[in-house]
């Protein structure tokens, strides 16, 4: 097993990067162009505790190497099952995921935490473990495992990069919104 693990402060605040995170994967995002489909299963909030538990289905474009992909028979898309609990008292989000595509090859598992370090700024935690399910043969799982790795750290630059561009879009919009309904509320209370 090998684990990759990052860390990043965004100079947001947490309800700014909590709210934008479901809008990761969107067109603001010219980094996350191999998400094809973000699929929903489920969506619940504990009475008890006014966590939100959600349930999603993403559908990659498949970015293995060409050679394996032959090997393994030609997948075009390969799925992840992610669960996140937006905890509102805490201050935080917790994403967990686990590749579905080719799970009986290797286990990918990743957790990704965001908490507020200040007013304006968030921290940004993944920690992913990589195995690679190959029997007894210990220089091959080293091998898809280093590879895994490093395929993790540049996605993970790029992934902070196109948040990074989801957060700035999304603090733009919010703004022109307010600016919309103050003008709004004027407007009624000269009338």
Not at 55 to 81: D, H, N, Y
Not at 95 to 100: A, K
Request: net charge positive; glycine share 4%.
């Amino acid at each position: 097993m090998k684990v990759f693990s990052s860390t990043h402060t965004f100079n947001y605040s947490w309800e700014e990067v909590s709210t934008a995170n479901w809008r990761k994967y969107c067109p603001w995002n010219d980094k996350s162009t191999h998400v094809i489909a973000v699929d929903t299963l489920a969506r619940e909030v504990d009475p008890a505790t006014g966590i939100l538990r959600t349930e999603r289905l993403i559908t990659c474009k498949q970015s293995a190497p060409e050679w394996l992909k032959s090997m393994m028979g030609c997948m075009e898309t390969s799925q992840v099952f992610e669960t996140s609990y937006v905890d509102p008292a805490a201050k935080t989000v917790t994403m967990v995921s686990q590749n579905i595509t080719w799970s009986n090859l290797v286990n990918v598992q990743e957790t990704v935490v965001y908490r507020p370090l200040s007013a304006n700024k968030t921290q940004f935690e993944q920690d992913a473990r990589i195995t690679a399910l190959c029997g007894g043969w210990q220089r091959i799982k080293n091998s898809i495992e280093d590879s895994l790795v490093t395929r993790f750290r540049e996605n993970a630059v790029k992934g902070k990069e196109g948040f990074e561009c989801v957060l700035a879009m999304s603090r733009r919009v919010f703004a022109e919104e307010r600016e919309k309904e103050r003008q709004r509320s004027e407007g009624k209370m000269m009338a």
